[in-house]
T-cell receptor
Framework: AQSVTQPDIHITVSEGASLELRCNYS??????LFWYVQSPGQGLQLLLK??????LVQGIKGFEAEFKRSQSSFNLRKPSVHWSDAAEYFC???????????FGQGTRLTINP | EAQVTQNPRYLITVTGKKLTVTCSQN?????MSWYRQDPGLGLRQIYY???????DKGDVPEGYKVSRKEKRNFPLILESPSPNQTSLYFC?????????????FGQGTRLTVV
């Protein structure tokens, strides 16, 4: 079965601190992985995606993610968060020709000043 | 500017009153879909369309209808809305020319059924 698990429903970090959001997936074929961000009252914005090649992927807004096939993980990281990073983050998996993206439950990120 | 446009952005309605949420994309994408987002459940696919006049059910199609008469438009129809359809709805589109499902999302429609 296809599934994505984001174990942390809510994370709070201080501004300037590092961040890691966890994502584990289960997918029967070669997975293509995505991280989306949803700011309050906004739609979904693609942060980064992994299709193949280098397992460390750079995205927008200073985010990066690392694909680890052996752990079925695609964790999102940022070395130093800004107050504007407060949002909900969704990990998703799809595949070539797949009809849909399968999303995780989302992780809400709060930034303390 | 490439975009997916949903209307309305916010809607409050009463149980049983038919409504339509419109979705339009300007990228000539073949593939469009609808998702609903609920707390703790992420996004779940309602319906999708591979091209004009080709639609199919997603994971949670009950209580919804769609149509795809034109390539750019993919409206979501709730014939008799119920409170359990209160949710945040997203339309998405992508091109078949892309190898994978790299979707563009609309801004969302927040629907409340009372």
């Amino acid at each position: 079965a296809q599934s994505v698990t984001q174990p942390d429903i809510h994370i709070t970090v201080s501004e300037g601190a590092s961040l890691e959001l966890r994502c584990n997936y289960s997918y029967g074929a070669t997975p293509y992985l995505f991280w989306y961000v949803q700011s309050p009252g906004q739609g979904l914005q693609l942060l980064l995606k992994y299709f193949s090649g280098d397992t460390l992927v750079q995205g927008i807004k200073g985010f990066e993610a690392e694909f680890k096939r052996s752990q079925s993980s695609f964790n999102l990281r940022k070395p130093s968060v800004h107050w504007s990073d407060a949002a909900e983050y969704f990990c998703a998996v799809g595949g070539a020709g797949a009809q849909k993206l399968v999303f995780g439950q989302g992780t809400r990120l709060t930034i303390n000043p | 500017e490439a975009q997916v446009t949903q209307n309305p952005r916010y809607l409050i309605t009463v149980t049983g009153k038919k409504l339509t949420v419109t979705c339009s994309q300007n990228m000539n994408h073949e593939y469009m879909s609808w998702y609903r987002q609920d707390p703790g459940l992420g996004l779940r696919q309602i319906y999708y369309s591979m091209n004009v006049e080709v639609t199919d059910k997603g994971d949670v199609p009950e209580g919804y209808k769609v149509s795809r008469k034109e390539k750019r438009n993919f409206p979501l129809i709730l014939e008799s809305p119920s409170p359990n359809q209160t949710s945040l709805y997203f339309c998405a589109s992508r091109s078949h020319r892309e190898e994978v499902v790299n979707a563009f999302f609309g801004q969302g429609t927040r629907l409340t059924v009372v």
